[in-house]
């Protein structure tokens, strides 16, 4: 997997097939749209590409109401390079670059740092400057540049569009297995595990703490979940998702997982975390006794829950 950041045109990289988009998520939406794009890249000796932006535009026009992060960058790139992408070009989503006229995007972008000979977009494509390009205009483009045009449908599912918005949607309700159908997985975060307080061990639930990369995250609760990057086979586990009002009123989200039947020492272990199923919401009890109660019910929860994954 090759990572490419633009301003300058990357001369040794080779002429690409190339679609577009923020891809949050990389759900079946995106995947349909990298399978297109990996076919015509082998079908014309190109490499199969995609054009990504950091940050969101919305983090930078309206960071108030911008939208939860599904997949973090990595994860992004990540899930993009196993459906066949070879190179991730990263444009950064400034003001002056919002400002670029869509024939600016084009020559600087698509023609020169991408060398973009095949472009896939969704019907719903616009571009440049107060997204004044349209689908006619990269057609033209494409004529003065040298590369094709071809455009993607909504991928639906079951009378529903495979769309990050709904993802979110989704996730944000506790609705699981929706999210897993449009997604095509199980939603999973990945991070490092860092020392946290310690407290889960004080109160005889270890925990990872594992720091998410999300500017923040799609949901909150507690989670029964298997946890990959520990050996070749996943653990099981509980996972709190949250602010964790009963310990503390920073407001700042933290992933813990307890793993179960598990004691080793993990700190800086890449995790792997997929929820496969919502337990409750968070709440903040009176006293850690109170807690420690929830915490034990939240376990038999969990190992429930996760035996009845398995046996499905």
């Known amino acids: 997997m090759l990572v490419t950041r633009g301003g300058g045109a990357v001369s040794a990289a080779a002429p690409v097939a190339v679609t577009i988009g923020n891809f949050d998520g990389v759900h079946l939406g995106h995947q349909a749209m990298v399978a297109r794009v990996v076919d015509a890249a082998r079908a014309r000796g190109l490499m199969p590409a995609a054009l990504t932006f950091e940050p969101h535009p919305r983090e930078l026009f309206s960071p108030a109401s911008a939208p939860t992060r599904i997949t973090s960058f990595r994860e992004k790139v990540e899930l993009l390079g196993h459906h066949g992408v070879q190179r991730v070009h990263v444009r950064r989503f400034s003001r002056r670059f919002a400002s670029l006229s869509p024939e600016a995007f084009v020559e600087q972008v698509l023609a020169r740092e991408l060398r973009a000979r095949w472009v896939l977009i969704g019907d719903d494509f616009r571009y440049g400057a107060k997204r004044a390009g349209d689908v006619a205009a990269l057609v033209e483009a494409g004529h003065r540049h040298g590369f094709e045009v071809a455009f993607m449908p909504t991928v639906m599912l079951g009378g529903e569009r495979a769309s990050s918005t709904a993802v979110r949607e989704a996730l944000a309700a506790g609705d699981l297995e929706r999210a897993r159908r449009l997604l ?49 086979a996943a653990r099981n586990g509980v996972a709190s998702l949250g602010v964790r009002p009963t310990v503390s009123d920073s407001g700042r989200h933290v992933l813990e997982v307890h793993l179960f039947d598990f004691a080793e020492e993990i700190y800086g272990r890449r995790l792997r975390v997929e929820f496969l199923a919502k337990i409750r919401d968070e709440a903040k009890y009176a006293d850690l006794d109170t807690l420690k109660a929830q915490i034990a019910r939240d376990c038999d929860a969990a190992r429930d829950l996760l035996k009845q994954h398995a046996h499905a």
């Open 184 to 232: 095509g997985r199980t939603y999973s975060i990945d991070g490092r595990v860092v020392h946290g307080d310690k407290l889960g061990r004080e109160l005889g639930y270890a925990t990872a703490n594992v720091r998410m990369k999300h500017n923040r995250p799609p949901f909150t609760g507690i989670f029964a979940v298997r946890v990959h990057g520990l050996g070749d």
